[in-house]
């Protein structure tokens, strides 16, 4: 009988569109409640990274909202427009922090958090996600070696181009054994990041 | 026997879903390289468990069989969706580790199996702990699981608690064995599938000296096969 069929269709259709409402109000209750602790968690996070390669004296400005745009280029390796935070003490720019991308890691991109003083010397570097060999090539990141220390005040002026490589291939930079092509690529990303700011100086304080 | 004892022993030992139904293997095996994260996920695993079958019990005679899978499904989508913008919101570092983890207990078999075979037969009150007792079982394999290798591979016991705790905690780390320099199998996939063997190798051990105690001490042979 069409009529009984239409009904019994007619009722499990409702019946799936009410509990598709019922759970979705309370979806969207929860996005509202969770909303600003979300945000307030992922700046907080994200402003702890930032201390730990911006030193307290470099900037006396809010970081995550001084911030600028950066379209896709092939220096800092990204696909897509990022976002790099300015410090300043009293409107002075005294540095920024730049994200640069590394494809040419062990495995995926390394993603680098570059921190580089007004006067191109970098102030701290920092791996925010990495799928580097556990116990391999995982002694990038700050929780497993002291290693992305090295970086602390380099500079172009300080380390020539070609110096700019890992020991490995005639540069200046130390690797540990057993790990060469992650630490190969964290030096590139470096160094081609700075020679970003060196070309973008200016427009980066803008 | 009593029903909830019954569901309890169920849930954390006889049908334990990590040792013997052997259901929801992908976090057992990708998250358990430490206590901490093992025992995190199987405890948000656990609220998703009893959260969805006690929404789903209390409906079970509206829902039309022909939809019940897809209402499942969104049940249990949204329990997790609000367990992740819960933990995000809650303990940001834990999110971080467990990130990508948490929306897969929605395709997490064990959560849809229980709400189907017993969330959708029983009444609320079991249908909850039988959801928390499956989870507390799965937690326990987890966070066994997540000590040995995290013992054999890094030798601590508890790193990383204040991720979830806050910074405070950090002095519960117990370092097993000072100045390991880490045993990298325990840490990388092939140590869980050995780390589980030997879960479920030490579980049927155990079930079948229980079974072979059980008829001498009643003073009868052990029967003929």
Known sequence: MPETILKHTSKTALTLIAFALVFTSLLAYVFQVTKAPIEKSEAEARMALFRQIVPEDLHNNDLLKDAISIAPNELLGNKLPIVANRARIDN???????EALAHDGYSGDIKL????????????????????????????DIAKGKWIKLFDNES????SDAEWKVKKDGGKFDYMAGATITP????????KALQYYAANKEALFK | MNQY??????????QNPGVVQLLGLCPTLAVTTSVVN????????????????????????????????PVFI????ALVTVIDLTIHGFAEPLHKVLGIFIPLIVVNCIVLARVESFAAKNEPPPAILDGLMMGLGLTAVLALLGGIREVIGKGTLFSGLDLAFGPDFK??????????????????????????GCLIAARNWAEQRKANITPSATGSLKPAH
């Open chain 1, 184 to 191: 190969r690529a964290v030096v590139k990303a470096v160094h």
């Open chain 1, 156 to 159: 172009l002026s300080e380390t």
């Open chain 2, 5 to 14: 004892k019954e569901i309890t022993i169920n849930g954390l030992w006889k």
């Open chain 2, 74 to 77: 969104l049940v249990i989508a």
């Open chain 1, 92 to 98: 002075k720019p005294s540095a920024v922090i730049l």
């Open chain 2, 38 to 69: 093992g025992a995190s996920l199987g405890v948000a695993t656990a609220l998703v468990m009893a959260a969805a079958n006690g929404s789903v019990s209390p409906v079970r005679k509206y829902v039309p069989s022909e939809i019940r899978v």
């Open chain 2, 171 to 196: 002095q519960f780390v117990i370092t097993v064995v000072p100045d390991y320099h880490g045993f990298l199998l325990a840490i990388l996939p092939p140590g869980a599938f050995l780390g589980l």
């Open chain 1, 113 to 140: 958090l570059i921190a580089i003083k007004y006067d191109g010397s970098i102030a701290g570097v920092r791996v925010l996600t990495h799928k580097e060999t556990p116990g391999l090539g995982d002694y990038i």
